[in-house]
């Protein structure tokens, strides 16, 4: 959960207000926050520095306020924008109004969109605020804001990269293009020379703030880069902004620029902006539009501030809460948590339309709306009810097989294991003798060790490395494995499926297939039932490259169904795991036998 810190006194002036810290923790409760802890900025600065708290404070020393807030209310994480809500919600303000500011079509800004872009970071969207008011309170809270939407909606500038410029150090209409980064050149901020892109890289990598951006884009062969027309550098997104058009207290215009591969968030993320700081414009709550044109043609003007409207029967927004309230009620609800609404009716049921504003980008669906209006009516105050039906929890049906097949293999005297889910690609195929034919692993994406390559699709391998790191113990070395392994499968939504498997393995200084054999026996008699038949013989010759050719079989039901399959280990698989010793191998499907 994201943690604002905001000054005290200067919450309380915006609140129009003083609390005392008992109440202000009430109010937290109330709207569904929490008052995580109360320090100074001294304090903050020690602990930064690692420095021991030598317990004093000054009268004169700043109190700050840590509040955690939703991780999805990107409207709270600034004081702005807290300090509003909370007005909101104790019924000191109405809710405000924001709008685009009328601008004829030949006047507006415009920023034209290259074709190269769509190789690297395709989406951009802007805005601007004019006749902006900093001082150095409101300047460190919109740079604090920024900070806060990389690390959480802008997923640390993977998805989304704000740009923010003194629009009068600079001249439109602005282009958005990708270059390689030899041809970039331009003096970054809070720098004095002027460096190319992929020297650039090479210097943030010392960077402790910056260094961990730089794999965004490095191996790119074309860096995205923002000009205005003069040929002057704004940005290089996700990295750092230009020198040139660096905003300062003394800044009245503020352009601001989002770079994205995600559309949907770089609109959430200019909206959460502007609509923030809007306040402090010369028109209160007003944006100026940029026209984006698309290098196919299209034109689109941002900022989108329009609401856009639910309409929801009061049943469902009341019954998933469970209290009775009438219409006019549950729309103050509502309006106390800025969401405007008006009663209707509909066929004689009682509905509200809800106008959505451009902040709450966390209302998606009916739910969201009864949330807000429990936190609006109070938590505490929903009458306490006992379920209209009792149920007692249960094990799966799988679960339950799963352990009594492990207590019969138990029995016999195999020892359980446990190991990872995931694997090594080379583990899964080239050391047991298999090919990747691509139609069965899933492939994790990014991942963060060699070890960690592929979801296991089978057993083998994992009790093969667990004998390896134990082949001092004394022999024979029986163990066993109950446990999933994944399968690609486009049949299910996540395009995979889990699939519950028994794997056992004798190790000996003779291969003990008849150890094996005698497991598989004594599992396939406990597990008989009527919609498994294994028939007398439900051994059938097979040829996997794991096993010794002639050394290997599968085992089938009556009706040919294959429930699983056992063989002595070929050498070759036991040299590459650094096994001495001949061993057996048998893995069986137990969902196939539930």
Do not use: W
């Amino acid at each position: 959960m994201p943690t604002v810190s905001v000054g005290r006194d200067r919450l309380f002036a915006a609140l129009g207000r003083t609390y005392t810290q008992e109440e202000f923790e009430a109010l937290c409760f109330e709207f569904g926050i929490e008052l995580d802890d109360v320090t100074t900025e001294k304090a903050i600065i020690r602990k930064e520095k690692h420095l021991e708290d030598d317990g004093e404070v000054d009268d004169d020393d700043e109190v700050i306020y840590k509040i955690e807030v939703a991780a999805n209310r990107y409207d709270l994480l600034c004081l702005e924008g807290l300090a509003r809500a909370l007005r909101v919600f104790t019924g000191t303000e109405a809710s405000p109004v924001f709008q685009v500011s009328s601008i004829p079509r030949g006047s507006i800004l415009q920023m034209h969109v290259k074709p190269e872009t769509s190789k690297i970071r395709p989406y951009v969207v802007c805005a601007v605020l004019r006749g902006v008011t900093f001082d150095e309170a409101r300047y460190n809270s919109f740079i604090d804001l920024q900070d806060k939407l990389h690390q959480n909606i802008c997923r640390k500038r993977t998805l989304v990269a704000i740009g923010t410029h003194d629009l009068d150090t600079l001249q439109g209409p602005f282009s958005y293009e990708a270059l390689p980064p030899h041809e970039i050149n331009f003096v970054p901020l809070k720098q004095e020379k002027s460096f190319r892109a992929d020297k650039l890289m090479e210097f943030y990598k010392s960077d402790m703030k910056l260094k961990k951006f730089l794999h965004i884009i490095e191996n790119s062969p074309v860096y995205p880069v923002i000009y205005d027309s003069n040929r002057t550098v704004l940005s290089l997104p996700p990295i750092i902004n230009g020198a040139h058009s660096a905003i300062t207290l003394a800044t009245r215009n503020v352009f601001i620029e989002c770079t994205a591969t995600d559309l949907t968030k770089a609109n959430i993320v200019l909206n959460t902006m502007v609509t923030m700081f809007s306040e402090y414009c010369e028109t209160k709550f007003e944006v100026e539009p940029v026209e984006v044109v698309h290098h196919d043609g299209r034109k689109t003007v941002y900022p989108d501030l329009s609401c856009y409207k639910m309409d929801v029967s009061l049943s469902d927004i009341l019954g998933p809460i469970g209290i009775s309230q009438d219409v006019k009620q549950v729309v103050c609800l509502l309006n106390k948590m800025q969401l405007q609404a008006e009663s209707h009716s509909l066929k004689g049921e009682p509905r509200i339309s809800v106008s959505v504003p451009p902040t709450r980008s966390d209302i998606l669906h009916a739910r969201d709306l009864s949330e807000d209006v429990a936190i609006a009516y109070g938590f505490n105050n929903v009458p306490k009810s006992k379920p209209k039906c009792m149920t007692i929890g249960g094990r799966q049906p799988l679960n339950r097989f799963s352990d009594k097949i492990r207590a019969e293999v138990a029995r016999a005297g195999y020892m359980e294991v446990l190991t990872f889910i995931l694997s090594s690609h080379e583990e899964n195929f080239d050391m047991l003798n298999r090919t990747d034919d691509k139609s069965k692993a899933v492939i994790i994406a990014n991942p963060r060790t060699s070890e960690f390559e592929v979801v296991r699709t089978s057993l083998m391998s994992c009790l093969l490395k667990t004998l390896k790191h134990n082949i001092d113990h004394p022999r024979p070395i029986k163990i066993f494995e109950v446990g999933d392994v994944v399968m690609l499968d486009s049949s299910r939504d996540v395009g995979a499926s889990n699939n519950r498997r028994l794997a056992a393995l004798y190790c000996n200084r003779v291969s003990g297939f008849e150890e094996i054999m005698g497991l598989v026996d004594s599992i396939v008699k406990v597990v008989r039932a009527p919609h498994v038949n294994f028939g007398e013989n439900y051994y059938v010759p097979t040829d996997e490259p794991e096993f010794f050719p002639k050394r290997q079989c599968k085992i089938v039901t009556s009706d040919g169904k294959q429930v699983g399959y056992l063989g002595i280990v070929h050498a070759e698989v036991l040299r590459k795991f650094g096994i001495p010793d001949p061993c057996t191998f048998v893995e069986m499907d137990l969902e196939a036998l539930l």
